[in-house]
């Protein structure tokens, strides 16, 4: 307690006389009390045992003080107030003088220059106040000493050892108190005395030293001592704990920001400081100079304030970076893009694909509608359509090349989630851009040719519909402002040029094709397949294998013998990889001649026919008809695959049963019922075929159509199918140089098909001569091959009849009538 306050704290009291109740008159006995002069001392209280220096301002304190120094004792009694009540003392209100003081004697009273006195005082014993004798100049009461009665007993030494305890941990807390001190107290046998001592202590206030100095038992005194050192030692350990975790907080965060420091400080040394070493400030940099619009930045900007609210090491972080670094690194400016030049962009065309005239210039169309009326018009997405290996992807690589952008290609094949296309909201872990955003951020340009591989393929299910998100691509007027899930800001797709692809129109859903601009590409004919090849695919793979023309040729006998027996397909994609399979090897030898230490070899291959085996082992497929001799119940359809078109044998062979009907060979429902509906028109007709009308009464039917892991369907093979049953029945071979596709009518109406193209295409690349097709097709005959018009004898037909009349051959003897076995 500094002096100031004690000094602030003794007032001089100027009470009146009458006011105060309890005064006595001078002359009642003395009752063993003594009158003592009265010293008031305000938020204050000095405890018998203890001694305190003050200095006391003039007033009635200083002269009860000064005329108790004139005494023969030095005594004084002194009594303890509230601040405020001080104020009383000088008053004329009334007082009432509190019932416990303590007697203490002057030990000092030294007048000063200014006035005050410093004066030491001791406290001595406790004594109650009977009341007041004298009020001016100074107080002077009448008091009886109180001395502390003996005590003991196990209760109160438990009592005394446990406060005295308390008080080893206070000052283990608070530290710095001299050890004497500590030896003192404990030192203290009395329990009065010992509650007396500890209240000088840091831990009682001015209120809980009066409390127990107006506790008269000792014992009663020190639980009050005892109750007040508990509580705060309480308060201490929490205060404590409070401190430490805060200091654990602190000492973590500065750790971690002296580590940063002195990795900075360790860069800067090695010249590896690039003044960013606030990654916040490093992100808003780039975001600022990044091109993009400004609702970007705003947005970017807006998630680098939540980084930096959460902390870097805050585990939002990390979804927030990946975020800003998608922002970031998109390709939101504008990018220049000279004229588009017709000229440049055919010449890039045919430098690239061999023939495909009309789809060539259906492109050279399109980019001429964009060149002229730029993004004004809604141009349709080109769509093109075709089996495999056909140069749908490649010419798309074309287009790309002519206009000189960038080029992304994407399946959407077994896409089914609209997801995948729109990507998933920022929400679910591990979230991602949908294929659309991806391609266009590995690229890094806005306005690509960007190939849609497989739209044929798109799926539907409880996930969503890709097809709705796949419009809002593909729509000129709606992809401006595409909606990605996870970037939640649109991106302008309205540069891109789309391609899409797909093999077949059918399954593509309807929406999405009225959008497309279709473009049919059929498959090629063993001539533009050589062509293509001695054009494109063998200097195209040569190149790749880094061999010079000269140490490769493959002469046009070894491309026709890949072509007819290493694939069989519409397309040329096999072709270009056994090309390329032809190439490894003989890269391989030329390299390893080349070697020193061996002893050298050719270093220049030529293939002709005869070596092809020997490169690529035997041949794959049989070249040529598919049935050896005329047969009787075996007759040769085409089908039209996804790989473009194939020839297929259909068997009938009737057994003795009660006229059951049995088809294999994994035929779909149309072609089942179509099946059904050729018995039914052979029964509706028999009499005129010449069958027995009791025939399919006494016969089961099998009809077969091998290749049974290939699902078959459609109703095209109607005519088919029926050849093939008559042919059985009335044991009628059928030509084996003769392939057919129609559907038929319970009347043997033959009706129109689709897909002639491939189909006579395949028939072609079997070798067939006739092919017979329905009348209604016969429109589209122009549009075939020159080639496959030239060697195919095109028959098109309206009935079965003229279908039976080209199909069978005339019974002839080496062929065995059908050998009907026994059920
Ligand atoms: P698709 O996308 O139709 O399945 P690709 O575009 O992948 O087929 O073509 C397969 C390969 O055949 C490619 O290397 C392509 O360049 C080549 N190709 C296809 N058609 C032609 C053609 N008319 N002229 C030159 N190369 C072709």
């Given at each position: 307690?500094?002096?100031?306050?004690?000094?602030?704290?003794?007032?001089?009291?100027?009470?009146?006389?009458?006011?105060?109740?309890?005064?006595?008159?001078?002359?009642?006995?003395?009752?063993?009390?003594?009158?003592?002069?009265?010293?008031?001392?305000?938020?204050?209280?000095?405890?018998?045992?203890?001694?305190?220096?003050?200095?006391?301002?003039?007033?009635?304190?200083?002269?009860?003080?000064?005329?108790?120094?004139?005494?023969?004792?030095?005594?004084?009694?002194?009594?303890?107030?509230?601040?405020?009540?001080?104020?009383?003392?000088?008053?004329?209100?009334?007082?009432?003088?509190?019932?416990?003081?303590?007697?203490?004697?002057?030990?000092?009273?030294?007048?000063?220059?200014?006035?005050?006195?410093?004066?030491?005082?001791?406290?001595?014993?406790?004594?109650?106040?009977?009341?007041?004798?004298?009020?001016?100049?100074?107080?002077?009461?009448?008091?009886?000493?109180?001395?502390?009665?003996?005590?003991?007993?196990?209760?109160?030494?438990?009592?005394?050892?446990?406060?005295?305890?308390?008080?080893?941990?206070?000052?283990?807390?608070?530290?710095?108190?001299?050890?004497?001190?500590?030896?003192?107290?404990?030192?203290?046998?009395?329990?009065?005395?010992?509650?007396?001592?500890?209240?000088?202590?840091?831990?009682?206030?001015?209120?809980?030293?009066?409390?127990?100095?107006?506790?008269?038992?000792?014992?009663?005194?020190?639980?009050?001592?005892?109750?007040?050192?508990?509580?705060?030692?309480?308060?201490?350990?929490?205060?404590?704990?409070?401190?430490?975790?805060?200091?654990?907080?602190?000492?973590?965060?500065?750790?971690?920001?002296?580590?940063?420091?002195?990795?900075?400080?360790?860069?800067?040394?090695?010249?590896?400081?690039?003044?960013?070493?606030?990654?916040?400030?490093?992100?808003?940099?780039?975001?600022?100079?990044?091109?993009?619009?400004?609702?970007?930045?705003?947005?970017?900007?807006?998630?680098?304030?939540?980084?930096?609210?959460?902390?870097?090491?805050?585990?939002?972080?990390?979804?927030?970076?990946?975020?800003?670094?998608?922002?970031?690194?998109?390709?939101?400016?504008?990018?220049?893009?000279?004229?588009?030049?017709?000229?440049?962009?055919?010449?890039?065309?045919?430098?690239?694909?061999?023939?495909?005239?009309?789809?060539?210039?259906?492109?050279?169309?399109?980019?001429?509608?964009?060149?002229?009326?730029?993004?004004?018009?809604?141009?349709?997405?080109?769509?093109?359509?075709?089996?495999?290996?056909?140069?749908?992807?490649?010419?798309?690589?074309?287009?790309?090349?002519?206009?000189?952008?960038?080029?992304?290609?994407?399946?959407?094949?077994?896409?089914?989630?609209?997801?995948?296309?729109?990507?998933?909201?920022?929400?679910?872990?591990?979230?991602?851009?949908?294929?659309?955003?991806?391609?266009?951020?590995?690229?890094?340009?806005?306005?690509?040719?960007?190939?849609?591989?497989?739209?044929?393929?798109?799926?539907?299910?409880?996930?969503?519909?890709?097809?709705?998100?796949?419009?809002?691509?593909?729509?000129?007027?709606?992809?401006?402002?595409?909606?990605?899930?996870?970037?939640?800001?649109?991106?302008?797709?309205?540069?891109?040029?789309?391609?899409?692809?797909?093999?077949?129109?059918?399954?593509?859903?309807?929406?999405?094709?009225?959008?497309?601009?279709?473009?049919?590409?059929?498959?090629?004919?063993?001539?533009?397949?050589?062509?293509?090849?001695?054009?494109?695919?063998?200097?195209?793979?040569?190149?790749?294998?880094?061999?010079?023309?000269?140490?490769?040729?493959?002469?046009?006998?070894?491309?026709?013998?890949?072509?007819?027996?290493?694939?069989?397909?519409?397309?040329?994609?096999?072709?270009?990889?056994?090309?390329?399979?032809?190439?490894?090897?003989?890269?391989?030898?030329?390299?390893?001649?080349?070697?020193?230490?061996?002893?050298?070899?050719?270093?220049?291959?030529?293939?002709?026919?005869?070596?092809?085996?020997?490169?690529?082992?035997?041949?794959?497929?049989?070249?040529?008809?598919a049935e050896?001799?005329d047969e009787i119940g075996v007759a040769t359809g085409v089908a039209?695959?996804?790989?473009?078109?194939d020839i297929l044998s259909i068997e009938v062979l009737p057994v003795k049963g009660k006229g059951g009907l049995q088809l294999t060979g994994q035929l779909g429902d149309v072609m089942k019922e179509s099946a059904q509906a050729a018995v039914s028109y052979v029964r509706y007709r028999a009499?005129?075929l010449?069958i027995d009308?009791?025939y399919f009464e006494e016969h089961n039917i099998h009809i077969h159509i091998p290749e049974g892991a290939v699902p078959k369907d459609g109703p095209s093979a109607g005519i088919t199918l029926t050849t093939a049953l008559i042919s059985a029945m009335t044991g009628k071979p059928v030509r084996r140089?003769v392939a057919m596709t129609g559907e038929v009518t319970l009347?043997g109406?033959v009706?129109?098909i689709?897909?002639?193209?491939?189909?006579?295409?395949?028939?072609?690349?079997?070798?067939?001569?006739?092919?017979i097709?329905?009348?209604?097709?016969?429109?589209?005959?122009?549009?075939?091959?020159?080639?496959?018009?030239?060697?195919?004898?095109?028959?098109?037909?309206?009935?079965m009849?003229?279908v039976l009349?080209?199909a069978l051959?005339?019974?002839?003897?080496?062929?065995?009538a059908v050998a009907v076995p026994v059920a």
């Amino acid at each position: 307690m500094s002096t100031n306050k004690r000094r602030a704290s003794v007032e001089p009291t100027t009470i009146p006389e009458e006011a105060l109740p309890g005064i006595l008159q001078p002359d009642e006995p003395l009752l063993e009390g003594r009158d003592l002069p009265l010293v008031v001392l305000g938020e204050m209280v000095i405890m018998p045992h203890m001694t305190i220096p003050l200095q006391v301002p003039p007033g009635k304190s200083y002269r009860a003080m000064e005329q108790a120094w004139q005494e023969d004792h030095h005594e004084v009694l002194l009594i303890f107030v509230r601040e405020y009540e001080l104020d009383g003392y000088k008053s004329s209100n009334p007082q009432k003088l509190p019932p416990i003081g303590v007697i203490a004697r002057l030990d000092e009273f030294a007048k000063l220059q200014d006035g005050t006195a410093r004066v030491i005082l001791e406290g001595l014993h406790r004594a109650e106040i009977q009341g007041s004798l004298q009020i001016t100049p100074f107080y002077r009461v009448r008091c009886i000493p109180v001395f502390d009665p003996e005590t003991g007993g196990m209760e109160v030494h438990a009592l005394m050892d446990t406060v005295k305890q308390q008080v080893d941990e206070f000052v283990d807390h608070l530290g710095e108190v001299p050890q004497e001190a500590v030896q003192f107290v404990h030192r203290i046998d009395r329990a009065g005395h010992l509650a007396d001592i500890v209240t000088w202590g840091p831990a009682f206030d001015f209120k809980d030293r009066l409390e127990v100095l107006n506790t008269l038992d000792p014992v009663e005194r020190l639980r009050k001592a005892h109750f007040v050192l508990a509580r705060q030692l309480e308060l201490l350990k929490l205060r404590a704990k409070i401190q430490q975790d805060t200091k654990e907080v602190l000492d973590q965060s500065q750790r971690e920001y002296f580590l940063r420091e002195q990795m900075r400080v360790i860069r800067r040394e090695l010249g590896e400081d690039d003044d960013s070493d606030d990654p916040i400030d490093e992100l808003r940099r780039k975001i600022n100079e990044m091109e993009a619009p400004e609702y970007v930045k705003s947005q970017a900007l807006h998630e680098v304030k939540r980084l930096a609210q959460q902390g870097m090491n805050s585990p939002e972080a990390g979804v927030i970076r990946t975020y800003l670094d998608w922002l970031t690194n998109l390709p939101w400016g504008e990018e220049p893009h000279g004229e588009i030049s017709i000229i440049e962009a055919q010449k890039v065309l045919d430098e690239d694909h061999y023939g495909l005239e009309k789809v060539k210039e259906r492109i050279l169309e399109y980019l001429a509608v964009r060149k002229l009326a730029g993004n004004k018009m809604r141009s349709p997405i080109l769509c093109f359509v075709g089996p495999p290996g056909v140069g749908k992807t490649s010419l798309g690589r074309s287009v790309a090349r002519a206009l000189d952008r960038q080029f992304i290609r994407t399946s959407l094949g077994g896409v089914r989630d609209e997801a995948e296309i729109r990507g998933h909201r920022r929400t679910y872990i591990g979230a991602m851009p949908g294929r659309i955003i991806q391609g266009i951020k590995s690229v890094k340009s806005n306005s690509p040719v960007y190939v849609l591989d497989e739209v044929d393929k798109v799926g539907t299910d409880f996930r969503g519909d890709p097809t709705s998100a796949l419009l809002e691509v593909l729509d000129p007027e709606q992809n401006s402002t595409f909606s990605d899930h996870y970037l939640e800001i649109p991106f302008d797709l309205s540069k891109v040029i789309f391609i899409a692809t797909a093999n077949q129109l059918e399954p593509i859903p309807g929406p999405l094709r009225d959008r497309m601009e279709i473009i049919e590409i059929g498959g090629y004919t063993e001539d533009e397949k050589l062509e293509i090849a001695r054009g494109f695919l063998i200097p195209k793979q040569r190149e790749f294998h880094g061999l010079e023309a000269e140490q490769l040729t493959i002469s046009s006998d070894a491309v026709i013998k890949l072509i007819r027996e290493y694939t069989r397909e519409a397309g040329v994609r096999n072709l270009e990889r056994e090309i390329a399979s032809l190439c490894r090897k003989v890269a391989r030898k030329v390299a390893a001649a080349s070697e020193p230490g061996t002893e050298g070899g050719p270093t220049s291959f030529a293939i002709d026919e005869s070596d092809v085996a020997t490169y690529l082992g035997p041949e794959r497929f049989t070249f040529g008809l598919a049935e050896e001799r005329d047969e009787i119940g075996v007759a040769t359809g085409v089908a039209w695959t996804t790989a473009g078109g194939d020839i297929l044998s259909i068997e009938v062979l009737p057994v003795k049963g009660k006229g059951g009907l049995q088809l294999t060979g994994q035929l779909g429902d149309v072609m089942k019922e179509s099946a059904q509906a050729a018995v039914s028109y052979v029964r509706y007709r028999a009499t005129e075929l010449g069958i027995d009308p009791n025939y399919f009464e006494e016969h089961n039917i099998h009809i077969h159509i091998p290749e049974g892991a290939v699902p078959k369907d459609g109703p095209s093979a109607g005519i088919t199918l029926t050849t093939a049953l008559i042919s059985a029945m009335t044991g009628k071979p059928v030509r084996r140089d003769v392939a057919m596709t129609g559907e038929v009518t319970l009347r043997g109406k033959v009706l129109g098909i689709g897909g002639l193209k491939e189909k006579t295409l395949a028939a072609h690349r079997a070798g067939i001569r006739t092919f017979i097709l329905p009348k209604e097709n016969a429109k589209d005959i122009i549009d075939l091959p020159a080639k496959v018009r030239n060697d195919l004898t095109l028959i098109p037909v309206s009935s079965m009849d003229e279908v039976l009349k080209i199909a069978l051959a005339s019974a002839s003897s080496d062929v065995p009538a059908v050998a009907v076995p026994v059920a």
